[in-house]
C-alpha cells in the first residue's frame, strides 16, 4: 500500500492578548468551579489597578504575532522526499482535518506540529482524528507533545521529542541522513510581518541550540547545524532570482546566524561577488553574545543581506543571567539602532528567584536597556527542562484537571510560585511589564521608523520608505491612545516626536 503522509500544525488561528484572553474568563461562568486555579478577584484586582493604563492596540496587533506557514511540516517532508507528502500551512482545527482528508483520502499518516500555545486545539484535534480517522497512523510532535494532555492520547512511540527527520525516516524504515544529505525547505510566502509589499523567505539552516537555557526545551534536542555556507549561499540566491525583488529572510531557528564560521563566509560572499541591487534583509532570533562578534558595521553598508530585525532575550538580569547574553552591554544595543538594525528586546516575569521585592528591580533593569520595543513572558515551565524538573520535584506544577487553553499563557502561573503565588496572580505583573515598557519606548512606531531610516540604502530604497510612510500614519493614531492614558512629560516627548516623525519624507 502507498503511503502518504499530512503535515498539519495546531497553533491558534487568531491568537489574543493577555488582556483579551483574561477579561473574557473573567466574565465565562465555566471557570467559576475551578477555584484553585482560576480566582477571579485576581483578575478583577489586575484590571482595577492597570487595565486603563494599557495600550488598546495590544488586541489589535497580537493575532498576527505567529501568523506564519508551516515551517516545520515543510522543512519535514523536504527531508523525507521518498514519502508522498501533503503540507497544510493554515492552522488546522477539527471541522479544517474532515475538509482536508475529505479530499485526500489516500492520506495513511497524520504528523501534528503541536504548539503549547493553545493545547486545548491540540486536544479538540486528537479526539477527532482518534474518533474519525481511526486508520490513519497519527504522528505528534513539537512542544505540545511534551504535556501529559497529549501523552495521555497518543500511544508513546508515536510521539517525537526528538529531532523530527531521524525519528520520521526510522518510523518510515528509511535510511539515515548524513548531515550533508539534509535539504533546506523552500518557503516563500507573502511577509504579514510589516506593512509592506515584500515576500518573505522561510529559511530552516540547524535544528536546536548550542546554549543550554534552564527554561528552554530546545536544550533537549542534539544540536544539528546542517547546512554548509554553499548551500546557504545557493538557497538564498535562487529565491532573490525567484522573487526578482528585496526580500525578507526569516531564520526560523531559536538562535539564528551558528555556526559563526559558516555565517561570516556566507556574508563575505554577499559583500562581494553576491552583491546586488536587490537586497535580502534578515528577521531572527538571536543572542546579542554572538551577533557581536560579527561585523555588522561593514554586513549593513557593503552586504545585500542584511539584518532587518534582531529578537533577544536578555530573560533576566538577577540571578548571573544566561550564557548567551554575556558581556551584552547597553552600547552594543544602541549601536544596532544606528546600523538600522530594529531591536526587539524579550525577558520573563516569574522566574522562580523572582519575588516581590525584585521583580521590580527585574523590570527596570531591562528597560536600562535602549531597545526599540519589549516583549514581556510570563514563565511557563515546560516539561524536559531544568526549570519544570525542579518545580515539578517541590511538587509545584499543577496536575491536569488545569483546561489545557491555560497552557503557554501570558499572564497566568501554570504552577504554584515560590514567592509569587499562582494562577493569575501573574496577571498584575505582566500588566506592570506592558505599562513600564511602554513608558520607556513611549511611541514604537517612531522607534521603528527612526530606526528604519538609519539604514545605509534608505535613500534609494522604496520599499523601506513606504514602511516608513505606514509608521507615521499608525504613530499618529497611537497618540490618540497614549495620551489619555500617560504624564503630562512623556505626551510632550511623544507629541515631540511624533511632529519630527511627520516631517520625514
Known amino acids: 500500500m502507498k503511503q502518504r503522509i499530512l503535515f498539519i500544525k495546531t497553533l491558534a488561528q487568531k491568537l489574543k492578548s493577555t488582556e483579551e484572553l483574561a477579561l473574557e474568563i473573567l466574565n465565562d461562568p465555566k471557570y467559576d468551579n475551578i477555584p484553585q486555579y482560576v480566582d477571579k478577584n485576581e483578575i478583577q484586582s489586575a484590571f482595577d489597578e492597570y487595565g486603563y493604563k494599557l495600550n488598546p492596540f495590544n488586541s489589535l496587533i497580537y493575532a498576527n504575532a505567529l501568523n506564519a506557514p508551516n515551517i516545520e511540516g515543510h522543512y519535514l517532508a523536504t527531508n523525507i522526499p521518498e514519502i508522498d507528502s501533503l503540507v497544510v500551512d493554515e492552522s488546522c482545527t477539527s471541522n479544517e482535518i474532515h475538509k482536508i482528508l475529505d479530499k485526500n483520502d489516500d492520506i495513511t499518516h497524520i504528523a501534528i506540529s503541536a504548539y503549547a500555545h493553545g493545547l486545548d486545539r491540540v486536544v479538540n484535534l486528537i479526539n477527532t482524528i482518534k474518533k474519525d480517522y481511526s486508520d490513519k497512523t497519527l504522528y505528534v510532535g513539537n512542544v505540545g507533545a511534551a504535556f501529559s494532555y497529549v501523552q495521555k492520547?497518543?500511544?508513546?512511540?508515536?510521539?517525537c521529542l526528538e529531532r523530527g527527520v531521524p525519528w520520521l525516516r526510522k518510523k518510515f524504515g528509511l535510511p539515515k541522513l548524513n548531515r550533508e544529505e539534509y535539504e533546506i525547505s523552500h518557503l516563500i510566502a507573502d511577509s504579514n510581518l510589516l506593512p509592506v509589499n515584500m515576500k518573505i523567505l522561510y529559511l530552516v539552516t540547524q535544528i536546536g541550540c548550542p546554549y543550554n537555557c534552564d527554561f528552554c526545551i530546545t536544550a533537549n534536542l542534539q544540536y544539528n547545524p546542517f547546512s554548509n555556507a554553499k548551500q546557504i549561499i545557493n538557497y538564498l540566491e535562487k529565491a532573490r532570482e525567484k522573487v526578482g525583488n528585496d526580500i525578507f529572510v526569516y531564520l526560523c531557528e531559536p538562535n539564528a546566524c551558528f555556526p559563526e564560521r559558516t555565517w561570516?563566509?556566507?556574508?563575505?560572499?554577499?559583500?562581494?561577488?553576491?552583491?546586488?541591487?536587490?537586497?535580502?534583509?534578515?528577521?531572527?532570533?538571536?543572542?546579542l553574545a554572538h551577533l557581536q562578534k560579527f561585523n555588522l558595521r561593514k554586513i549593513q553598508s557593503?552586504?545585500?543581506?542584511?539584518?532587518?530585525l534582531v529578537n533577544y532575550g536578555i530573560e533576566s538580569t538577577l540571578s548571573g543571567g544566561y550564557k548567551k547574553n554575556q558581556g551584552v552591554t547597553n552600547q552594543f544595543i544602541q549601536s544596532l539602532s544606528d546600523l538600522g538594525i530594529i531591536t526587539n528586546h524579550n525577558f520573563i516575569i516569574g522566574l522562580p528567584h523572582h519575588n516581590e521585592k525584585n521583580i521590580d528591580i527585574e523590570i527596570q533593569n531591562n528597560i536600562e536597556y535602549d531597545s526599540c520595543w519589549y516583549f514581556i513572558s510570563t514563565l511557563k515551565p515546560l516539561p524536559l527542562t531544568e526549570t519544570y524538573n525542579q518545580l515539578n520535584k517541590e511538587g509545584r506544577i499543577f496536575g491536569d484537571d488545569l483546561p489545557p487553553e491555560f497552557i503557554c499563557r501570558d499572564g497566568f502561573f501554570s504552577f504554584n510560585h515560590p514567592n509569587l503565588g499562582r494562577g493569575f496572580s501573574a496577571l498584575?505583573?505582566?500588566?506592570?511589564?506592558?505599562?513600564?515598557?511602554e513608558k520607556k519606548v513611549i511611541d514604537v512606531y517612531s522607534m521603528f521608523a527612526k530606526?528604519?531610516?538609519?539604514?545605509?540604502?534608505?535613500?534609494?530604497?522604496?520599499?523601506?520608505?513606504?514602511?516608513?510612510?505606514?509608521?507615521?500614519?499608525?504613530?499618529?493614531?497611537?497618540?490618540?491612545?497614549?495620551?489619555?492614558?500617560?504624564?503630562?512629560?512623556?505626551?510632550?516627548?511623544?507629541?515631540?516626536?511624533?511632529?519630527?516623525?511627520l516631517k520625514m519624507k
Open 153 to 159: 492520547l497518543v500511544k508513546a512511540e508515536n510521539i
Open 264 to 287: 561570516k563566509e556566507i556574508f563575505r560572499y554577499f559583500m562581494n561577488e553576491g552583491k546586488s541591487d536587490k537586497n535580502m534583509y534578515i528577521l531572527c532570533l538571536i543572542s
Open 302 to 308: 557593503e552586504s545585500s543581506l542584511k539584518f532587518f
Open 428 to 437: 498584575k505583573y505582566a500588566f506592570k511589564s506592558y505599562y513600564e515598557t
Open 451 to 501: 530606526t528604519i531610516e538609519n539604514s545605509p540604502i534608505i535613500e534609494h530604497e522604496k520599499s523601506l520608505i513606504r514602511v516608513v510612510k505606514t509608521f507615521q500614519k499608525l504613530s499618529k493614531l497611537n497618540y490618540t491612545l497614549f495620551e489619555p492614558r500617560m504624564e503630562a512629560h512623556l505626551n510632550e516627548i511623544y507629541k515631540t516626536r511624533l511632529d519630527s516623525l
